[in-house]
């Protein structure tokens, strides 16, 4: 098959050299990081190394400035807007935690939303006795909207939480539709983008949130370690600020008072490792010289083919969810645990991750599965890169 893109893939597969010598389809785990990065990672180790955490910083302020405004410009923020996290999971617990929840007070979800949401929606349940309520899917799997509403307006929820792109269906949640009744409505939105952002345009111009949540290690391919909080305007003017704040994103007036800092930075912490922070910077800026819609119609041809020929190998079971899919295809073969379909797939160079049924127990139970195995391409892999994977898939 003859693929149609403006990519220049010679020079991303050299860009990222350690793609060559395998097959890496774990992009929804953890991506291969493009050499910029890794340069601009080591290269900051070095000036710590040279003259000590503190005197580092000093030296490249306005660069570490720079990361603020990469990922506002990715996502059509400000700067002002955007705080640093290690990763979606800090980022997401930030946001939750600035939500001054009363016992009864309703957090509206999806039972496709992310499983350490989930866990800590449990957990606010218990500890502060809110009441989780989640909105049914149609048959195919997307977000039922006239569930949706019917609940926005029996429950009048405090919060309306929805992962964009869950971690195992290959699922993409309408979040703009989403975000056009909560704006109506004048409801929190809490938008997890952990999986959406690098694969798709995502814009909170477009998709009004009030928080949004985004790691830098998978489809961004930053490093472990890294990702961030968009914070909105409102929230901000309305002196929202972490459970847990520290000295950077308060400042300790008197002995009982603190007062916040006027930017999304109040959701960060003071110490923080800028080398990781420069090397997701690198990252998005990286990406961007791609461009996002190149990148995005790259691969749905990528998937689109993945799609069609895993469609014709005997015994493998797919589970593709929703009317809209992405970078996530997730496979069982027979009944093979999963874990030894990985292990197998390994021996033959092929990289990607195992969800088992803890990481979705809703979804999984409902499908009546333990577990699958992911697939998740992006960019920087080929046709003939899918075909031989194909073939694996085939062997095993
Ligand atoms: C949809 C989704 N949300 C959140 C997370 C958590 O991300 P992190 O591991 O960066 O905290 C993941 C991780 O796989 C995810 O798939």
Redesign the pocket.
């Known amino acids: 098959m003859l693929y149609n893109t403006n990519l220049n893939l010679d020079q991303i597969r050299k860009d990222t050299p350690n793609c060559l010598d395998k097959l890496y389809f774990n992009n ?1 785990g953890a991506s291969l990081m493009p050499k910029p990065v890794m340069a601009k990672i080591q290269e900051y180790l070095i000036e710590e190394e040279k003259y000590g955490g503190y005197a580092a910083f000093d030296r490249n302020s306005a660069e570490i400035q720079q990361f603020y405004n990469e990922v506002a410009e990715l996502i059509e923020a400000t700067p002002h807007n955007i705080a640093f996290a290690h ?4 980022a997401y617990a930030k946001a939750l935690s600035a939500i001054d929840f009363q016992k009864d007070d309703v957090i509206l979800t999806t039972a496709d939303d ?1 499983v ?1 949401n989930q866990m800590q929606f449990l957990s606010l349940q218990k500890r502060f006795g809110i009441v989780i309520q989640k909105v049914r899917n149609t048959e195919n799997g997307d977000i039922d909207f006239e569930d949706f509403e019917r609940l926005i307006a029996l429950k009048r929820p405090k919060l309306v939480c929805v ?1 964009h ?3 195992n269906s290959g699922l993409v949640q309408d979040v703009e539709k989403v975000s056009e009744i909560c704006e109506r409505e004048g409801l929190l939105f809490l938008l ?1 983008a ?2 959406s952002v690098g694969q798709l345009p995502v814009s909170v111009a477009k998709i009004k949130c009030d928080f949004m949540s985004v ?1 830098g290690r998978k489809f961004l391919r930053g490093p472990r370690g890294t ?1 961030f909080l968009y914070i909105s305007d409102r929230m901000l003017e309305q002196g929202s600020y972490p459970l847990f704040i520290d000295g950077a994103g308060a400042i300790w007036r008197s002995e009982d008072t603190f007062e916040l800092i006027e930017q999304g930075k109040r959701f960060q912490y003071w110490e923080l490792p800028y080398a990781l922070l420069l090397g997701l910077k690198e990252a998005i800026r990286y990406q961007k010289s791609l461009g996002i819609e190149n990148i995005q119609s790259y691969n749905d041809q990528l998937m689109t083919y993945l799609r069609k020929n895993i469609a014709t190998i005997p015994n493998v079971a797919t589970f593709d969810q929703g009317s809209v899919t992405c970078n996530i295809l997730t496979f069982t073969k027979e009944e093979k645990p999963i874990l030894a379909l990985k292990e197998e797939l390994l021996k033959r160079d092929v990289y990607c991750s195992i969800s088992a049924r803890e990481s979705g127990v809703i979804d999984f139970d409902k499908k009546g599965i333990k577990g699958v195995v992911r697939i998740s391409p992006h960019y920087f892999n080929t046709i003939d890169e899918i075909d031989r994977l194909l073939n694996h898939i085939n062997d095993l």
Do not use: H, L, M, V
Not at 87 to 90: R, V
């Open positions: 929804a990763s979606a999971t800090d992310y350490t992962t792109i869950p971690t997890d952990c999986q790691t990702g």
